[in-house]
Structures are given as structure tokens and as C-alpha cells.
């Protein structure tokens, strides 16, 4: 009776692995009208779920990954998860040795394709995230914003980048890879923005560009920045302006009955910032709120601004629920309201007729930068001995006091 070896036991333990590997591939390839419709079913759902994976690649595909990963991905250990988004790309997701997995095409076969080659790179380089090679646009400025943007920005900034982004950015370079985009390739977007006087929103784009591009440069992923050539209209930045008395007495007229007439009042006569408004605290004749004009690294400050006798009226009736909805309003609701109360003004202007109104009520400069919370200048008056006491500030408060001009 011949003796098989260990060894050669295990090759035909191999070989008929392989044998059953090939069949089921081939069964998948002669059923392909069936894994067409199974797939095409699952584009009906508008968040990706659990998917069969031999139906969504084939027997080609398979052996394009990686070959430490074939076996999970054909085995169903590893899912990969896809759907048709609102704009007709199609997206396909997983997750491999804890590092998420997406790549979207316009097409299936162009989403399978970006899809296997992120297998293929992370595999190469041992799994970490960072040594990714992108050579898409999109695939690598949307790894800029998760690991350079993010972290190092404050949440409302990163919202406000992020949305840009995706308005005005990803939809314009969808599909181009990094190495074809050229000075001429981006100049379009600029155009197409200026027309359309899209200049807040065109100085944002042109800036998160260049910083995408650097950072594309700085992993040689690309030779140099393309936005050093790309011509950008300058706008000039409109900085705002008081109300005069006329126009403010006309905006207290039209707040009688308005629900939103006491956070107005307490924006007016504080001038606090519209972020800043949810975390003021009235205590001791004095509105206390946090600074919202830092950088993520500096530490969270507090700054206090008296009541003024502009805005004690306002006060005067209210309860505490009513202070408390007021500093709480929903996001831009204010903003809208405001415009629809003065459209030739926006709402930070309040801001500034507070400021002006406290120096033309006889507060000094330095006094009133501190109840604006402004960054001190560079004299050593207002960088050491600008200390003032609270009944000093309070006194100082009883200044503004102007309601005879709007009478």
C-alpha cells in the first residue's frame, strides 16, 4: 500500500481547495444575469447593508485582491457594502484590519476598480493608514480633512471647511486624478464661481486648495501646486457697519411681538457674538460669556460686559426661561430674522453699532476692546495693566446710555 507523505497530503489538500475555488467561480460566471439583477436590487437602499460578495464581484476581481484577502472576501468573513448615492455614483465601503474602506466611481466597474486598489495599497504597506497612496483627488483631499483639518481646527470651522468642500470642490474635480490636474483644469471652477458672485465661498475654495494641494506636493504625490497659477479674483472684504439711530430705532420698532426680540436686545447691548449667545450667564450685573474667537490650542476664556441702561428694560420682565430660550435659539435662526428685520444690514452689525455706541457714549477704547473681547494691541498698557475692577467696569457701563436719540 503506497505511504503518502505529510507534505504531499497537504498539496492535495491544496489542489482540491483550488478545484472548488474554480468551480464556484465558474458557477458565479455562468449565473451572471442572476448576480446582475441581485446586485442591481440592493441600489434601492439608500444606506449600504450586508451584501453577498460573490455577487458583487467576479471570478477576476477575486483574484485582483490581495491574496491574503481573497479568502475573507469570498468567504463573506469580510463584507464589503454598497449603494447608489442621490448623484448616480456608486460607493462601496468595508472595513479591513480596523482601517474603513471607501472608494465611489461613477460608474460600478470604475467604484470595483478604486475599491481593489485601496486593498491592494493597504496590504502593501502592512495596514496603516497613513502610507496610503492616493491617486484620486477626492480619495486623498477627503484623508486631508479627517487627519490634517479635524484635529487640528475648532468643530464649527471644520463644518463650515468641510461643507465648502463638498459644494463647491468634490463634485468639480469627481474622477480626476491628482497627476492630470493642472493650472487650466482648475481655473473653470474660478470662473464658473466669480460669475455666479460667489466671492465669500470662492476665497474659502481657493484657500483650502492650496493647503490641499501642499500637502499633496508634500507626499509627492503630485511634482508642485497647481493653485500657484490659477487666477483668482480679489474681492474686497465688506467688514460691516453700525446702524445709525434712524435705523436702529426702526429695528427696536419691528421687534414689538417679534419672539425673537429679547436675543436681539441682549445682541445689540452686549455685543456678543452669535456663537458666543448659548453660553452667556447674567450674574451680578454683568452678561459673562465664553470667547469664541480663539484657536483650537489656546485655553477656553471668559469675558464680562455690564448690563447697560439700553438693556435693562429688556431684562427687566424677563424670567429665567425666557433669558434661557433666548441665548438658545436654533442654528441661523437668528441670521434670517434679522435680515428680514433690516435686509441692508446682517446680523454681526450689531456687533458693531455696541462698540460704536459704547465709544460715542465716552467709554475709553481700551475698555470697550475688552468688553468686545478683541486681542489686546502690542503696547505694554494693553498687554499688562489692562485689569479693570468690576464696579470700575459697572460704572463705566452706566455710560451707554442713549435712549433719548432714538426717541
Known amino acids: 500500500m503506497p505511504i503518502i507523505l505529510e507534505e504531499d497530503l497537504q498539496k492535495i489538500k491544496d489542489a ?27 441600489y434601492n437602499f439608500p444606506t449600504g447593508t450586508e451584501k453577498n460578495n460573490s455577487a458583487l464581484f467576479d471570478y477576476k476581481e477575486f483574484l485582483k485582491m490581495p491574496k491574503e484577502l481573497r479568502r475573507q472576501f469570498k468567504t463573506g468573513k469580510t463584507v464589503a457594502h454598497i449603494r447608489k448615492k442621490e448623484n448616480g455614483s456608486y460607493e462601496i465601503r468595508c472595513t479591513v484590519n480596523k482601517i474603513p474602506i471607501s472608494a465611489c466611481g461613477k460608474t460600478l466597474a470604475l467604484a470595483k476598480e478604486r475599491f481593489i486598489e485601496k486593498l491592494n495599497y493597504i496590504t ?100 508642485a501646486n497647481p493653485m500657484s497659477s490659477v487666477h483668482v479674483l480679489q474681492y474686497e472684504t465688506n467688514k460691516g457697519t453700525a446702524l445709525s439711530y434712524k435705523e436702529e430705532s426702526e429695528f427696536l420698532s419691528k421687534l414689538n411681538g417679534n419672539p425673537y426680540r429679547l436675543a436681539m436686545a441682549i445682541m445689540l447691548y452686549t455685543g456678543v457674538r452669535r456663537s458666543e449667545l448659548p453660553t452667556m450667564q447674567i450674574k451680578d450685573g454683568f452678561a459673562i460669556v465664553q470667547n469664541s ?72 477704547r481700551e475698555i470697550v476692546s475688552v468688553w468686545a473681547g478683541h486681542a489686546a494691541d502690542r503696547t ?22 442713549y435712549s433719548s436719540r432714538l426717541s
Not at 441692508?344 to 467709554?363: A, D, P
Not at 505694554?380 to 470700575?392: N, R
Open 16 to 42: 482540491i481547495s483550488s478545484i472548488f475555488f474554480v468551480v464556484n467561480n465558474i458557477a458565479i460566471d455562468k449565473d451572471e444575469i442572476r448576480r446582475a439583477k441581485e446586485v442591481s436590487s440592493h
Open 124 to 223: 502593501a504597506h502592512e495596514g496603516t493608514r497613513s502610507a496610503l497612496k492616493y491617486t484620486y483627488f477626492n480619495d486623498f483631499a477627503e484623508y486631508w480633512f479627517e487627519t490634517v483639518k479635524k484635529p487640528t481646527v475648532k468643530p464649527n470651522t471644520y463644518k463650515s471647511h468641510y461643507s465648502t468642500y463638498n459644494v463647491h470642490i468634490k463634485p468639480f474635480f469627481a474622477g480626476m486624478k491628482l497627476k492630470e490636474i493642472t493650472p487650466l483644469v482648475i481655473q473653470p471652477l474660478f470662473n464658473s464661481m466669480d460669475k455666479r458672485g460667489i466671492t465669500r465661498g470662492s476665497a474659502l475654495t481657493k484657500l483650502l486648495l492650496v493647503q490641499i494641494f501642499d500637502a499633496a506636493a508634500g507626499e509627492r504625490l503630485i511634482a
Open 293 to 364: 474667537k480663539r484657536k483650537i490650542t489656546q485655553k477656553v476664556t471668559f469675558r464680562k460686559i455690564p448690563i447697560t441702561p439700553m438693556l435693562i428694560p429688556y431684562l427687566a420682565d424677563a424670567t429665567k426661561e425666557e433669558i434661557l430660550e433666548a441665548i438658545s435659539p436654533a442654528r441661523d435662526v437668528l441670521t434670517k430674522q434679522f435680515k428680514l428685520l433690516s435686509p441692508n444690514h446682517h446680523l454681526h452689525e450689531l456687533r458693531h453699532t455696541f462698540i460704536t455706541r459704547c465709544q460715542e457714549c465716552g467709554v475709553a
Open 380 to 401: 505694554m498698557t494693553s498687554t499688562v495693566y489692562t485689569h479693570f475692577s468690576d464696579d470700575f467696569m459697572l460704572e463705566q457701563g452706566q455710560k451707554v446710555d
